[in-house]
């Protein structure tokens, strides 16, 4: 069974820019959680989608949003990039098939974005 | 709002050496309690994932006990080897909704040889 898949890989955009980055969850995955990694403020929740609504919204400013799509495949967006969007950004989908509360997390390798 | 800590932020042992890496949150009413390794510049990879009725979760040389009342988490491995050196992060799921998790900012492990 193939694992998440997000890209790209790699991405340096410039300050203003905008961006979107993708993630294909593990096949019959219908829940797609987005989390923010940096150094200094750990692994950090920005939003997670489950059959093509937004369930959970973490503290983040508006630049930032996402959607969900009819295949389960999730895409999230940053406009008016900052320096300190600068991170590792990681997609993890889980099943919920039979609970929500008890299904592991599962995370693809992130987008490194650079912001210059 | 949920805060998870781990300690200690780095750990060295020597190759055999049974191990013991803590997590402690602050808001008893979690749903699950998740266990993960991250390696330099991967994402995570899911190693034991504890339900809030659970005490602890097994896989292989790793122990994962959740103490829903004292608010800690502990991740026991045995008999340590090389190629358990990454960094360990637990995870707090909480929250009205499904979905959310809270992370520390790991432990992590170096095993010498």
């Known amino acids: 069974k193939a694992g998440v898949t997000q890209t790209p890989r790699y991405l340096i955009k410039t300050r203003g820019q905008q961006v979107t980055l993708s993630c294909s969850p593990i096949s019959g995955h219908r829940s797609v959680s987005w989390y923010q990694q940096t150094p200094g403020q750990g692994l950090q929740f920005l939003f997670e989608y489950f059959s093509e609504t937004q369930r959970n919204k973490g503290n983040f400013p508006g630049r930032f949003s996402g959607r969900q799509f009819s295949n389960s495949r999730s895409e999230m967006n940053v406009s008016t990039l900052e320096l300190g969007d600068s991170a590792l950004y990681l997609c993890?989908?889980?099943?919920?098939?039979?609970?929500?509360?008890?299904?592991?997390?599962?995370f693809g390798n992130g987008t490194r974005l650079t912001v210059t | 709002k949920q805060e998870v800590t781990q300690i200690p932020a780095a750990l060295s042992v020597p190759e055999g050496e049974n191990l013991v890496l803590n997590c402690s949150f602050t808001?008893?009413?979690?749903?699950?309690l998740q266990w993960f390794r991250q390696d330099p510049g991967k994402g995570l990879t899911s190693l034991l994932l504890i339900q809030s009725s659970q005490r602890e979760q097994t896989s292989g040389r790793l122990n994962a006990s959740l103490d829903k009342s004292s608010g800690r988490s502990t991740l026991y491995i045995a008999a340590s080897q090389p190629g358990d050196s990454a960094t360990y992060l637990c995870?707090?799921?909480?929250?009205?909704?499904?979905?959310?998790?809270?992370f520390g900012d790991g432990t992590t492990l170096t095993v010498k040889p």
């Open positions: 995870a707090a799921g909480s929250g009205t909704n499904a979905g959310k998790s809270t």
């Open positions: 993890a989908s889980s099943s919920d098939s039979r609970s929500p509360y008890n299904s592991p997390l599962h």
């Open positions: 808001d008893s009413a979690i749903y699950n």
